[in-house]
């Protein structure tokens, strides 16, 4: 079914309600991977919501991300990423195509593969799209030898897109199974999103090259026209969820919070501006998020700069209205009483994610100017 035909927000935030957000505590608390609301995603068939119809997927696209990005992350931050990045590959996938490329999709779609990402390595930073681990042939397989990072679903997704340097010329993506060789480091720790698992990843494989996905050495374009878009709106989207549950949370403590007088801390004008501001941001950031995602499908060429602005922002927001929620609720907000601090922590991620919001603002200002990107 064409996700066109679904109201994709609704659903999502039915099944958010139901089944996500009541486990969002003990996921933080206890670092735990949210396997039980993953599982409520794929038995209600949204881990195919980007991948094509020929394939049983819903077929949707920037658009259904971030409305389902964004009741996610409202309800769990840490289900959100994994989500996210289980999307992302999705879109890859569907993106740059390759010989078992349609039996990944079918798997996403049926719920029996989560998919992710390991892109990011320690010595290349955000500069993600710069891998220097490289895919050598050897005797008919590709070997894959090397470290990833920060690897979300780190030992728990059943397929991990592995961005290398080609062994002729530019990048090559491949799809790698924990059966081919892998090997997973450390635990998350994270100040927040502590349900994601992103781990350190040693991959010593020799897959066949049927696995790569996109012709060889075409793994740079992949990254720019298919990761690069979902993965700014989608995390655009989660962060917008934060704020929103942040936002809603206060509302609801500074109308129901008394004081001995029977007046309500909603009633003191300087709690009222706060709650303005708040509402504003996330207002404003909400805007731009479903902007840049309708441009980036309709290949709009304003859409780039749209995307990136979108990612900036909306982390930007994320931060600065769970600080004002914190400000608000006070003590209440610093202790798990209230999902406040919860909030604010796994709004301090979105910013250092690569692209970084520092790379980003490089980004915008050269596209604006008529310069190449990045």
Sequence with gaps: ???STLDVAEAIR???TERVAPSAVAVDR??????????ALADGGWFGLLVPEEFGGH?????ALAQACEELGSACASTAMVFLMHSVTAATIAGGGGLQA?????????????GTLAFSERGTGAHFYAPELVAVEQNGRIRIRGRKSFVTSGGHAGIYLVLTQSSSAGLDCHAVTPADGIRFDGEWEGLGMRGNSSVAAEFDCAIDASSRIGDSGAGQALVFGAVAPYFLVGLAAVNLGIASAALAATI????????????SLAEIQ??????AGMDIATRSARLLVHAAAAAGEAADETALVQLMEAKVLATDTAAVVTQSALEVCGGQGFTPALPIERHLRDARAGAVMAPTNGVLRNWIGKALA?????
């Design 1 to 3: 079914m064409s996700s």
């Design 14 to 16: 039915q099944l958010a």
């Design 30 to 39: 206890n670092r735990a991977f949210p396997q039980e609301s993953l599982d």
């Design 59 to 63: 077929g949707g696209g920037l658009v």
């Design 102 to 114: 349609g039996d990944y999709l079918s798997a996403m779609a049926d719920g029996k593969l989560l």
């Design 252 to 263: 609801g403590h500074a109308a129901t919070r008394r004081y001995s007088d029977g007046s």
């Design 270 to 275: 300087s709690i009222q501006h706060a709650l």
């Design 370 to 374: 008529g310069l190449p990107v990045p």
